[in-house]
T-cell receptor, first 113, second 111 residues
Framework: GQSLEQPSEVTAVEGAIVQINCTYQ??????LSWYQQHDGGAPTFLSY????GLEETGRFSSFLSRSDSYGYLLLQELQMKDSASYFC??????????????FGKGTKLSVIP | NAGVTQTPKFRVLKTGQSMTLLCAQD?????MYWYRQDPGMGLRLIHY?????TTAKGEVPDGYNVSRLKKQNFLLGLESAAPSQTSVYFC???WGTGELFFGEGSRLTVL
């Protein structure tokens, strides 16, 4: 089966940097995705890492180490609007030529003034 | 600019009633997914489809059925609703990568 671990809550100050870690155990691993979800809204895609290393998209960066089964999402220059839940998700091969995305339980980020 | 559309957005059912949630996407995606989201549980995969006419079970398939008769539509059915199926249901579609496009969600309450 699949399992993902990420902190349930994180609090950070506006303008600061925060890192949300994710460790996973899975078979058929292809990549690690990150999603953002505001209260009452739908999840929206942030990033996808298939290879080891850091991917940067504006204020957000995502890192993957396949050998350590570990990744993180880095948010810089935090803004109040970044207060949301962040989910890591493992993209994996599920057999018969198909793939699925399995989500962690999410990290609720609160940005305070 | 519709993307992924779910209907209905809200529904209240009595235990034992049946209903169908409809998901439609206009991006010509091969993959479509149904997830449910409960407080503190993240998103759990119910069923998914890798193309027209195909379906596969996810993590929590019991009590649900699905059909993908047309590429753009993915239906989720509850034959006999139970209070444990009270949840927010999200449909998503993709090209078969880790980037999913989600609908706005359907909030279902079973009394």
């Amino acid at each position: 089966g699949q399992s993902l671990e990420q902190p349930s809550e994180v609090t950070a100050v506006e303008g600061a940097i925060v890192q949300i870690n994710c460790t996973y155990q899975t078979s058929g691993f292809y990549g690690l995705s990150w999603y953002q979800q505001h209260d009452g809204g739908a999840p929206t895609f942030l990033s996808y890492n298939a290879l080891d290393g850091l991917e940067e998209t504006g204020r957000f960066s995502s890192f993957l180490s396949r050998s350590d089964s570990y990744g993180y999402l880095l948010l810089q220059e935090l803004q109040m609007k970044d207060s949301a839940s962040y989910f890591c998700a493992v993209f994996s091969y599920s057999g018969a030529g198909s793939y699925q995305l399995t989500f962690g339980k999410g990290t609720k980020l609160s940005v305070i003034p | 600019n519709a993307g992924v559309t779910q209907t209905p957005k809200f529904r209240v059912l009595k235990t034992g009633q049946s209903m169908t949630l409809l998901c439609a996407q206009d991006m010509n995606h091969e993959y479509m997914y149904w997830y449910r989201q409960d407080p503190g549980m993240g998103l759990r995969l119910i069923h998914y489809s890798v193309g027209e006419g195909t379906t596969a079970k996810g993590e929590v398939p019991d009590g649900y059925n699905v059909s993908r008769l047309k590429k753009q539509n993915f239906l989720l059915g509850l034959e006999s609703a139970a209070p444990s199926q009270t949840s927010v249901y999200f449909c998503a579609s993709s090209w078969g990568t880790g980037e999913l496009f989600f609908g706005e969600g359907s909030r279902l309450t079973v009394l």
